[in-house]
T-cell receptor
C-alpha cells in the first residue's frame, strides 16, 4: 500500500513559469514532510521541508504548501529555471519518538523546464 | 569534501553470488539508512541503524543483511543475489540540521543481477 503518492509521473513547464508538483498521503500519523531533488547519476538532495503545525514554508523560489485535512502537499517553484529539471520526490515521516528519521517516499515526478 | 561515500558505483552479479555494499560518512551522524530505488516505486527503506552496533529492518529487508561495526560505516550484504534485487541502492545518514530529517544521500550503487 503506497502511503505517499505522486500521481503525476512527469511535468513539463516553460522557463519563467510556475511549476507545481503534487503529493498525497494516506497515513494520518505523518507529521513532517520533505521534498528531495534528484539529478541523474546522483543521490537525492534535500530541498525543503514542512512540519504539520504549519501550512506553508518558503525558501527562495521554492514554497511548500500543506493541506492536512486533504492529506495533500504541493511544491511550487517560481520562476522555474532549466536547472530545475530533475526528479522530485515527496517524503513523509513521523517526527521524533521511535521513528528514527525513517522516510516514506513517493514515486517521484520528472520535471522538465524548457528554455 | 564531507559527505556520504558509496562503493562500488556499479556492479553486475550472477544469480546466487554474494556481495557487500559499503557506505561511509564523515559527518559523525548517528543514523544511517539503506534505500533502494526502483522505477515507479520511489525509494524504499531496506534497513537502518540508529547508532554503532545497532541495526533494524525497514520496509523491504528480505534478502539483505546489514552491519554497523563502526559509527562511520554501514554495510549492506546480499548473501545470494536474485534478479529481483536489480536496483539502484542509496545510503543516507542524518540528521543534518537542514530540517529535522533532511539527511544526506550518497550517489548510489547501480546493481544488476543476471
Amino acid at each position: 500500500d503506497q502511503q505517499v503518492k505522486q500521481n503525476s509521473p512527469s511535468l513539463s513547464v516553460q522557463e519563467g513559469r510556475i511549476s507545481i508538483l503534487n503529493c498525497d498521503y494516506t497515513n494520518s500519523m505523518f507529521d513532517y514532510f520533505l521534498w528531495y531533488k534528484k539529478y541523474p547519476a546522483e543521490g537525492p538532495t534535500f530541498l525543503i521541508s514542512i512540519s504539520s503545525i504549519k501550512d506553508k514554508n518558503e525558501d527562495g523560489r521554492f514554497t511548500v504548501f500543506l493541506n492536512k485535512s486533504a492529506k495533500h502537499l504541493s511544491l511550487h517553484i517560481v520562476p522555474s529555471q532549466p536547472g530545475d529539471s530533475a526528479v522530485y520526490f515527496c517524503a513523509a515521516s513521523v517526527a521524533g519518538g521511535t521513528s528514527y528519521g525513517k522516510l516514506t517516499f513517493g514515486q517521484g515526478t520528472i520535471l522538465t523546464v524548457h528554455p | 569534501n564531507a559527505g556520504v561515500t558509496q562503493t562500488p558505483k556499479f556492479r553486475v552479479l550472477k544469480t546466487g553470488q554474494s556481495m557487500t555494499l559499503l557506505c561511509a560518512q564523515d559527518m559523525n551522524h548517528e543514523y544511517m539508512y539503506w534505500y533502494r530505488q526502483d522505477p515507479g516505486m520511489g525509494l524504499r527503506l531496506i534497513h537502518y541503524s540508529v547508532g554503532e552496533g545497532t541495526t533494524a529492518k525497514g520496509e523491504v529487508p528480505d534478502g539483505y543483511n546489514v552491519s554497523r561495526l563502526k559509527k562511520q560505516n554501514f554495510l549492506l550484504g546480499l548473501e545470494s543475489a536474485a534478479p529481483s534485487q536489480t536496483s539502484v541502492y542509496f545510503c543516507a545518514s542524518g540528521p543534518t540540521g537542514q530540517g529535522t530529517w533532511g539527511y544526506t544521500f550518497g550517489s548510489g550503487t547501480r546493481l544488476t543481477v543476471v
